[in-house]
């Protein structure tokens, strides 16, 4: 789980840093491994818990377990950077888009008085 999250972290800062849309959607889909592994996680941890009924020392280390598996899925959820990368790629496209439609006309417009003065 880890692993995971810091390949995900790292991705994400890459596709923000790059406005790598690709990266940022394939950020995004990760997330449902690194969710699946937290609610994994507990499921085991509950399921010791109910199985053996652990004593002190068994208690602290499965309450340290969920309590760590709690924070690496929040880490995990920083990968809003990749949703927040993908939504900055779709704005500038927009943008270009909008400035493109305005370029245009007045692109024709001197490129047809060229074609006027050298013809």
Known sequence: MSFL???????????L????????????LED???????????QLCYGFVARHLPSAGHLRMISSILR???EMERIGDYEV???????????VLDRIQDESEKLFPMVREV???????VA
């Open 17 to 28: 840093i790059k406005i790598d849309h690709e990266l940022a959607y394939a950020i995004i």
């Open 68 to 70: 760590m598996n709690i």
């Open 5 to 15: 999250v810091e390949e995900a972290l790292e991705n994400a800062v890459t596709a």
């Open 111 to 117: 490129t047809g008085e060229r074609e006027l003065l």
């Open 81 to 91: 950077f990749a949703k927040e990368t993908e939504e900055m790629f779709n704005l």
């Open 32 to 42: 449902n491994c690194i969710n699946r592994g937290f609610e994994e996680i507990n």
